[in-house]
């Protein structure tokens, strides 16, 4: 499986940004689809995941309520669209997909999200 994420730049504090992730290869209703991000010094985190069969979504708590995770399977698509921006999001952020919860099977090449105050 390839991924490409792509949308990221730079927003003020309370903006708005969408991602996208064009996956390609061999994709399966099992599969679980999912955004992680990862900070300058920091650890790589977990952002959110949705079931590419159920739709099922799943969110980390500090994003809650301003993330949503949604996929286009007929075009094997996978967004984010981010609201309420805060500088704490700041961050690489890649796409992925695995077959656990939580975990990353396949990762593609991040898109730089820059929050500035």
């Known amino acids: 499986v390839q991924l490409q994420a792509s949308g990221g730049g730079l927003v003020q504090a309370g903006g708005s940004l969408r991602l996208s992730c064009a996956a390609s290869?061999?994709?399966?209703?099992?599969?679980?689809m999912g955004w992680f991000r990862q900070a300058p010094g920091k650890e790589r985190e977990f952002v959110a995941q949705?079931?590419?069969?159920?739709?099922?979504?799943y969110y980390a708590d500090s994003v809650k309520g301003r993330f949503t995770i949604s996929r286009d399977n007929a075009k094997n698509i996978l967004y984010l669209q981010m609201h309420s921006l805060k500088p704490e999001d700041t961050a690489v952020y890649y796409c992925?997909?695995?077959?656990?919860?939580?975990?990353?099977?396949?990762r593609g090449k991040g898109t730089q999200v820059t929050v500035s105050s």
């Open positions: 992925s997909v695995a077959t656990t919860l939580y975990d990353i099977d396949y």
């Open positions: 949705i079931r590419r069969g159920t739709g099922r979504t």
């Open positions: 290869g061999r994709t399966y209703s099992s599969h679980i």
